[in-house]
Structures are given as C-alpha cells and as structure tokens.
C-alpha cells in the first residue's frame, strides 16, 4: 500500500485549498 | 448510551473536510492528523459514508484516481463504524463510537447549540484542527487510556 508521503505528494499537485475542499463539501452533502 | 457515558479520549473522528484537506492542502489538518497516526493507541473512527464524502471530495478536487488510492489507505487506518442512513456522518461516528473528539472546519457543527444536541448522546468535543493540536496532549491522555509513562510516538505518521 502507497505511503502517506506519496500520497501527499501527488494530493500536493493539485494545488486545492481548504476553501475548495470546504465548498466541495457543502455541495455535496446540500444534494 | 446516555451523556453520563465517558468519552473515549483515544477516538478521534475527522469530518470529511479535515480527511480531505489532510491530502490535498497539508496545514492544520495534517498536523492534527499526524498526531494520530504517530500514535497506535490513538484511533481515527469512520464510517463507510464518512469515507465516501472525502473521496467524493477528493475526487471533485483532484481525481479518481487519488481518490480511490486514498480510500484504501484511510479504510486501513480508520475503526469502522456504522449509523443510520441520513445521519451527519461526522457527528453520527463519534456517537457510534463514543469518541471524545470531532475535527472540522465547519463552525456550524462547532457551535454550541449542535455541541448541545451532540452531547445528548455523547459528550464529544467538536474542534477546529488547529484547536486539537490544543486540546489533544498524548503525554497527558496517554497515562489514562494506555497506563504509564508516555513513551513518546510509537508510529511513523508518514508510513
């Protein structure tokens, strides 16, 4: 199984924010 | 179970957001995090529909990929617990699991009056990441839920 320090590494690329993270939750449990 | 029940200080339940964020942003939520997964006595409680929020997330902010790698890294760290369908899933596992805390960057679930309504069925404390790291000392708890001296972390949280 990948590492937490991989997968950190790849989720980094991303370059999302708390905010993103947070709105993207509101939206889905608003469904 | 009543609210005269004890919390399981050693149960740590993080909202989807805190499990999201712990991936894709680092900061608060990874720091609180990392304190649990340095710590074998420390448990992370999810339920299946907590997962499925953060992986939606995960999948919504990055991909599917990722997503589902994470899944299977989560699910093999967290202490599985069920609820009723339609239940916060948050709030919903610490009550299945009398856990002692709930991390999350929503302050709505922060304020007081869900702490009242949560502490009908358990008397968990709902906080920020940045308020856990806080709140949460291992080498105060560690006597009560373990017994002796605190040794120190006992896992690599990156592992």
Known sequence: MERWDDLFERGGAYDVTVADVREALAARRER | MSADDHPDVSRVVA??????????????????????????????????????????????????????????????LAYAVDHPEGDHPALASAAAANAAHVLTFDERLRSAQTNATLKRYVTTSVTAPDGFARLFDPERVYPEVVGGDYPGPDRDPRA
């Open chain 2, 15 to 76: 909202d989807a957001d805190i499990l999201a964020a712990d991936l894709l942003c680092g900061g608060a939520a990874r720091d609180a995090l990392d304190v649990v997964r340095a710590h074998s006595w420390v448990t992370l409680v999810a339920s299946d529909p907590l997962l499925d929020d953060a992986e939606a997330i995960i999948e919504a902010c990055a991909d599917a990929r990722l997503a589902a790698d994470w899944r299977e890294k989560a699910a093999s």
